[in-house]
């Protein structure tokens, strides 16, 4: 593996290798000094055109656990404010020997284009509404070792609900929950689903999934309800009435909290907008037998990117021929 | 990485089973004051560790009192090679007890040009201040990189650095390597 863009790319032995290596991640996160060698000659330049509190950190603190040097681009506070062009400054920071850069940006396709401008390695840190691959790779993460499953989530049915349209983490969340054999149904009003679903008889090429848009039909059989947050800051047309009405219809209420499975999951990928998607307290969901994984999405987020960026240069990337 | 050649069998499978117990005689005794103490034998992921796993078992058989524990030890994150050979998810480290004060036996099948004890010292130090680092392999093929060497040795076996050679419980394996 050169880049991460898209887990389109990668087939389900790729996927359940970087797993796997996230287990051992685990293990180094939970020693008294949570560090390893193996990247000490890389940099790693997060390269953040969007806002973003969770991925960014998440990234940074991978690399310093597996003892990189990392450096931390922010277009706020950049030569972007004078005017420098995206090629310009991406080959600024190359000319200062970044190894791998850790990109966001809100224009679909642009980590590719990066690939293209220098040598470093790119990962993808959410292109627009394209790919979000470590969110699904973490994702996949979180549900399968929480039930105690390894690499393989047949069998379980997953409720993705909300902003499908504008969300990257659902295709690369549905991509890796996909590949390990999940079945998963996507849940909206149809203005919040992808163009390609509005007015198809059937689901569009390249989403292994069904569609739903009443949530009460599903709510009592699902192993996992997976919310998305209502993307308000990309929502210059009135997708939805109200955020109380989306709440009523697609968000978690006390009634719909009631009908979900004993064991069943709750998952996010955050930032949560408390009384829109979620309309209950988190801290009740234990007692009605029902898990919170959220804040276990964000802990494994580390040991998943840990694993990313050490498959980029561990998995015989420059491998020369013998043992 | 498999060679199209034959592979010959140099130590049939009885014979590993022997190599093994007699590496377990002198482990105790030498190691740990006799096994009176504690000791880890920790086999470096993967192909060490069923070899420290029979050590372990032949170690309870033969003193019933010895105070042996098994782990094992991914090094991957700690080679100084790691572009230039594919690290494959091997078993997740596991480490028995504390390492502080104890004895720790490195266990390995095949020892070549030391790196990756080199990188399996490396990884060992972050679990604990052993007392003692010794290393036992079931073969040593030479061509060594580093002033490394072992404390225990199944068999030694002059090989040329194009070979391959793999150690199982079938037996230990020599196929003629060429540079396709």
Request: hydrophobic letters at 45%.
């Amino acid at each position: 593996m050169r880049h991460l863009i898209s887990l389109d790319d990668l087939d389900a032995a790729d996927i359940a290798g970087l797993l796997s290596t996230a287990d051992h991640m685990v293990e180094v996160l939970g020693r008294p000094q949570p560090k390893v060698p193996a990247l000490r000659t890389k940099t790693v330049c997060s390269l953040f055109f969007e806002d973003s509190t969770r991925t960014r950190l998440s990234f940074e603190t991978a690399a310093k656990r597996l003892s990189a040097e990392t450096l931390t681009f922010t277009a706020s506070s950049s030569s972007v404010n004078k005017g420098e062009s995206l090629r310009d400054t991406v080959d600024t920071l190359a000319a200062m020997g970044v190894d791998v850069f850790v990109v966001r940006h809100k224009t679909a396709g642009l980590p590719l284009s990066i690939t293209r401008w220098c040598d470093a390695r790119v990962v993808n840190a959410g292109d627009g509404a394209h790919q979000h691959p470590t969110q699904g790779l973490l994702d996949a993460f979180t549900l399968s070792r929480s039930l105690g499953r390894g690499n393989d989530l047949s069998g379980i049915r997953v409720a993705m609900v909300g902003d499908i349209r504008h969300s990257r983490v659902a295709r690369s969340t549905v991509r890796a929950l996909h590949v390990l054999g999940a079945s998963v149904t996507l849940v909206a009003p149809a203005s919040l689903l992808p163009a390609a679903f509005v007015g198809a008889p059937t689901v569009p090429a390249g989403w292994p999934v069904e569609v739903s848009h009443n949530l009460d039909d599903l709510i009592g059989d699902i192993d996992v309800l997976y919310l998305l947050r209502m993307q308000r800051e990309r929502m210059d047309n009135a997708f939805i009435s109200s955020p109380g009405e989306y709440s009523a219809h697609f968000g978690l209420t006390e009634a719909r909290l009631a009908r979900m499975k004993k064991g069943s999951v709750l998952m996010h990928p955050g930032p949560m907008n408390h009384g829109i998607e979620v309309a209950v307290d988190l801290d009740t969901l234990a007692d009605r037998g029902v898990t919170n994984l959220i804040t276990r999405q964000v802990t494994n987020g580390i040991a998943v990117r840990m694993s990313v960026l050490f498959t980029l240069f561990g998995a015989g990337s420059e491998a020369i021929d013998g043992q | 990485m498999e060679s199209n050649n034959e592979a010959a069998c140099v130590l049939p499978a009885d014979q590993v089973r022997r190599a093994i117990k007699r590496i377990a005689h002198e482990i105790l005794e030498n190691v740990a004051g006799g096994g009176r103490e504690p000791f880890v034998v920790m086999g470096l992921a993967r192909g060490g560790v069923w070899i420290a796993e029979a050590l372990r078992d032949e170690l309870r058989n033969i003193d019933g009192d010895a105070r042996v524990e098994c782990g094992s030890l991914d090094v991957s994150m700690y080679r100084d090679d790691l572009a230039l050979r594919p690290t494959l998810p091997a078993s997740v480290s596991h480490v028995p007890c504390s390492l502080d004060g104890v004895e720790v036996v490195l266990v390995d099948d095949v020892l070549y040009t030391g790196r990756t004890v080199r990188a399996a010292l490396d990884a060992l130090i972050e679990y604990g201040r052993p007392k003692a680092v010794r290393l036992a392999v079931l073969v040593d093929r030479g061509h060594r990189e580093l002033p490394i060497r072992p404390d225990f040795v199944g068999k030694n076996l002059p090989t040329s650095a194009l070979d391959q050679v793999s150690a199982t419980p079938e037996g230990v394996f020599v196929s003629a390597g060429s540079r396709a």
